[in-house]
């Protein structure tokens, strides 16, 4: 089993910047990928960024402004977000796709005030 933990959440005014991280934790082998995901009220839940193997890709929506990284060391998946926006108010959630099944953190509150 895995478990993933999301934090670095918060209120920011726009333009700000927030770091959220994901650490993992378990039984985790044969990673196929890891993304970060975001869910708004009234929406689905959406893909920001992902990594696959050695690639990463982003939604067209925050090319520029947010960075995915890992350390895998230490199993744990950041996304840097910059030049925030009022519409990245949502709740993002960590994922860890793996040969054993697709995991979720609790998710992560993103709040950017105009």
């Known amino acids: 089993q895995v478990q993933l933990v999301e934090s670095g959440g918060g209120l920011v005014q726009a333009g700000g910047s927030l770091r959220l991280s994901c650490a993992a934790s378990g039984s985790i082998f044969g990673i196929k990928s890891i993304g970060w995901y975001r869910q708004a009220p009234g929406k689905e839940r959406e893909l920001v960024a992902i990594?696959?193997?050695?690639?990463?890709n982003y939604a067209d929506y925050v090319k520029g402004r947010f960075t995915i990284s890992r350390d895998n060391a230490k199993y744990t998946v950041y996304l840097q977000m910059n030049s925030l926006k009022p519409e990245d108010t949502a709740v993002y959630y960590c994922?860890?796709?793996?040969?054993?099944?697709?995991?979720w953190g609790q998710g992560t509150q993103v709040t950017v005030s105009s």
């Open positions: 994922n860890f796709w793996t040969v054993t099944g697709a995991y």
């Open positions: 990594i696959i193997g050695g690639s990463t």
